[in-house]
């Protein structure tokens, strides 16, 4: 983080990629690089809290969400809060009431940065490669092009390893070949 700070990433990005994180790993693994991360900023003189980045609220969180998915990932997702089995269709509407109502209208970070993010969320994840195929498919949509990720996956090895690696390269391409 300090280098990234010395590269020019500012205090809201870094927080913006914090936050990203909870709805894709969960606050119990990411409640300690938000400590981690206001320690750091607070020892580089950063005044914290930061300025809210919140645009929604409580009344409009679900409709913006679901706006903020048609955006990304095409008209398909208009009403997928309501889909599923009655006893599940909960879990769609926080989809798009919390995870994209609630993170991706946030300002500090664009669609395009928010849907890399969360590919490098869910390709260092494994396990979910469902919604790295889908998140992959949506990076491709809004201008994050196959080789572009190609190049995150590939600079991200050492991190995650070749079997996740292999396997994100398997999500992207199948994501490319469904959008041909």
Same mark, same amino acid.
């Given at each position: 983080m300090p280098a990234a700070l010395n590269f020019g990433v500012t205090p809201v990005e870094i927080k913006e990629i914090v936050y990203q994180a909870v709805a894709y790993l969960g606050i119990g693994r990411v409640f300690p690089f938000l400590k981690a991360t206001n320690k750091v900023l607070e020892e580089k003189g950063v005044t914290l809290p930061l300025e809210g980045q919140a645009t929604t609220t409580i009344d409009n969180r679900r409709e913006t969400g679901t706006q903020a998915q048609?955006?990304?990932?095409? #008209?398909?997702?208009?009403?997928?809060?309501? @889909?599923?089995?009655?006893? @599940? &269709?909960?879990? !769609?509407?926080?989809?798009?009431? !919390? %995870?994209?109502?609630?993170?991706? &209208?946030? &300002?500090?970070?664009?669609?395009?940065?928010? #849907?890399?993010?969360?590919? %490098?969320?869910?390709?260092? =994840?494994?396990?979910? #490669?469902? =919604?790295? &195929?889908?998140?992959?498919?949506? !990076?491709m949509k809004i201008g994050n092009d196959k080789a572009f990720l190609i190049a995150v996956i590939s600079n991200s090895l050492p991190f995650i390893g070749y079997p996740r690696s292999l396997n994100a390269l398997r999500c992207v391409n199948e994501a490319a070949d469904k959008l041909k």
């Open positions: 048609v955006d990304i990932f095409g #008209e398909g997702m208009r009403d997928f809060w309501q @889909s599923g089995a009655k006893e @599940s &269709t909960h879990i !769609n509407y926080w989809l798009a009431d !919390n %995870c994209f109502g609630d993170y991706y &209208t946030r &300002t500090g970070l664009d669609y395009k940065q928010r #849907e890399l993010i969360t590919f %490098c969320f869910l390709a260092a =994840q494994g396990g979910v #490669e469902p =919604q790295l &195929t889908s998140h992959a498919a949506a !990076n």
